[in-house]
């Protein structure tokens, strides 16, 4: 079934600790993105990637890192994870990469837990 | 800076009609975005909006008026399932979208 997956489905995490998240997708979207989810907050991205080998900051990328060294992967790496950290991590993907529609899809999320 | 204004929450009765508004104020505008998350799961695409007016899919509706930077999704013939999230989200002149904090539809029998 094509889609968007997510690698862990939640963590618990000591601070400090490098950690990183996966996402892969098979519908071949040249763009894809990572979020992350607090309550009562709007989903806040935090990297993009508009095609394959080109990365973008987005909103709250400081403490996290991502590649994009290939079409279909999008990792998302906390190198030092701390307790604000803690949060849902949502990986999307969009097929045109920021014109026209552009719908985004959205994968099932890993909930992280940073202690 | 950049604002996307929605309800926190909302209660309705099962077979009825809700409205839900948001306002925004961004810098650029190409388009607003309706999503609907269940609890515990992503947000799923349910209307684009980039012309004023009204687009209509099934029991679900979305309008837009530039001008006003408002929006509403009309949700009609409301079913227990409805019962979930509904996200705003618009995308700015650097084609990237933000988002609403969202809006709890909560569905009574």
């Known amino acids: 079934i094509a889609g968007i997956t997510q690698a862990p489905t939640s963590q618990i995490l000591a601070a400090g600790r490098r950690m990183t998240l996966r996402c892969t997708q098979d519908m071949r979207h040249n763009a894809m993105y990572w979020y992350r989810q607090d309550l009562g907050l709007g989903l806040r991205l935090i990297h993009y990637?508009?095609?394959?080998?080109?990365?973008g900051k987005g909103e709250v990328p400081d403490g996290y890192s991502v590649s994009r060294a290939n079409t279909d992967d999008f990792p998302l790496t906390l190198a030092s994870a701390v307790p604000s950290q803690t949060s849902v991590y949502f990986c999307?993907?969009?097929?045109?990469?920021?014109?026209?529609?552009?719908?985004?899809?959205f994968g099932p999320g890993t909930r992280l837990t940073v202690l | 800076g950049q604002n996307i204004d929605q309800p926190t929450e909302m209660t309705a009765t099962e077979g009825a009609i809700v409205q839900i508004n948001c306002t925004y104020q961004?810098?650029?505008?190409?388009?607003l975005f309706w999503y609907q998350q269940h609890a515990g799961e992503a947000p799923t695409f349910l209307s684009y909006?980039?012309l004023d007016g009204l687009e209509e899919k099934g029991r679900f509706s979305s309008f837009l008026s530039r001008s006003k930077g408002y929006s509403y999704l009309l949700l009609k013939e409301l079913q227990m399932k409805d019962s979930a999230s509904y996200l705003c989200a618009v995308r700015d002149s650097n084609y990237q979208l933000i988002w609403g904090a969202g809006t709890k539809l909560i569905i009574k029998p």
């Open positions: 999307a993907s969009s097929d045109d990469g920021g014109t026209g529609t552009d719908t985004q899809y």
């Open positions: 961004t810098s650029g505008f190409n388009g």
């Open positions: 909006n980039v």
């Open positions: 990637s508009n095609t394959a080998g080109t990365t």
